[in-house]
């Protein structure tokens, strides 16, 4: 009697090829977050098979497991090389994306010291200010070329502050000016895109565009229908249903009382798997093709929605997320965005992986 979480890898697979298929360059997965609460490993073996060839992850230790499973793959690093060791990095043939002068230093001694060159992505700012090398880091590093000796610098890249806006100006400032510092790492690839990015047009794309929510099913183009599949569906059954008398309430606090006789349907599913308590009294869940309610408060364990209006029954499956209600619109309701609504997801559901 408990949820199910049922991941569509074929959709993932779909997916992929969708994004892939907007430009001529390479297309990477952004797997980060243990694939934004999906399964690195499930997800990074099917992409894999999908013919994807570039991972990025944001920790060390998520790239060295998905190193386990993906033997062939380039497998880079969005944090970088901070607070480790470069032997970390070498032991997993993992590639540091590299966006700081003290983050390049100890890459480069990593080289001197194996008597080779050693990739890498350098992460260029341009207005994220978050990570990434600033304007005077690089003038520092185009004064003094021995500051990059002996690292292969595979890929240039940026971050968009507002890929999801297409009206928003910031995007060809941002790409304005990432094509002008990359024209002096002449050998390197350019990438730019997250999944929003893809959409902007060919040149947002560029060499490498690094994709991760649209693989997921989240609307990379919020302002229109999304192209993507959905790749996950929530069900979890009903526990007990109990009638209400008018003036009965449900749950903590009574925060929804029955205007008429009523019955709630409880299931196991509640904050501690990710099903956010602000959802209390405001969420939608689905009976077959009926939306149904959630009444009263969410709790760590418990959700209760309303299914007076619906012949439903313990053990009947009620829809939490899915083709109907899917990450986006719950998001919504939960004032978050898609990604929060995957990436919470709890341990406490049992899996089903299908379609690949
Ligand atoms: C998370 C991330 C991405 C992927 O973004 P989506 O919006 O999920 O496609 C790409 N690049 C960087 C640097 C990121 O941190």
């Not at 880091?137 to 595979?154: I, T, Y």
């Not at 050998?187 to 693989?215: I, Q, V, Y």
């Not at 029954?313 to 990604?339: C, F, I, M, S, V």
Request: with cysteine.
């Amino acid at each position: 009697m408990t949820a199910l979480l049922e991941i569509d890898l074929g959709a993932v697979q779909a997916n992929w090829r969708t994004l892939d298929a907007l430009h001529p360059g390479e297309t990477a997965a952004v797997v980060k977050a243990d694939a934004y609460g999906l399964g690195a490993a499930q997800v990074g073996q099917a992409l894999a098979a999908a013919g994807c060839r570039t991972f990025f992850t944001a920790h060390l230790a998520e790239a060295a497991a998905l190193r386990a499973v993906l033997p062939k793959a380039r497998i880079a690093v969005l944090n970088g090389l901070y607070r480790h060791d470069a032997a970390d990095f070498l032991a997993h043939d993992l590639v540091p994306v590299l966006g700081a002068l003290e983050e390049i230093a100890p890459w480069r001694d990593a080289a001197r010291r194996l008597g080779r060159a050693l990739p890498c992505f350098l992460h260029l700012e341009t207005g994220m200010n978050r990570l990434g090398l600033t304007a005077r880091e690089l003038a520092l590093l185009w004064q003094d070329a021995s500051l990059l000796e002996g690292l292969a610098v595979d890929v240039v890249m940026t971050h968009l502050v507002a890929a999801d806006t297409p009206q928003d100006e910031t995007n060809e400032r941002q790409a304005t000016l990432f094509f002008e510092l990359a024209r002096r790492f002449p050998g390197a690839r350019t990438s730019l895109a997250n999944s929003s990015g893809m959409f902007l047009g060919a040149k947002f794309c560029a060499d490498l565009a690094r994709p991760g929510a649209a693989l997921y099913g989240i609307n990379p183009t919020p302002g229109s229908g999304n192209p993507m599949r959905q790749v996950v569906t929530l069900t979890a059954p009903i526990l007990q249903i109990h009638e209400l008398e008018p003036g009965e309430t449900v749950g903590y606090s009574g925060v929804w009382r029955a205007a008429r006789p009523s019955r709630i349907a409880t299931v196991g599913v509640g904050y501690a798997d990710g099903y956010h308590r602000i959802l209390s009294n405001h969420a939608t869940a689905y009976f077959d093709d009926t939306p149904i309610p959630l009444v009263g408060r969410v709790s760590m364990d418990l959700t209760t929605f309303d299914v007076t209006d619906v012949c439903a029954n313990p053990g009947d499956r009620l829809t939490l997320l899915g083709a109907r209600h899917d990450a986006d619109a719950l998001a919504a309701q939960a004032q978050t965005n898609g990604y929060e609504i995957l990436t919470s997801l709890g341990h406490r559901y049992q899996r089903r992986y299908i379609g690949a």
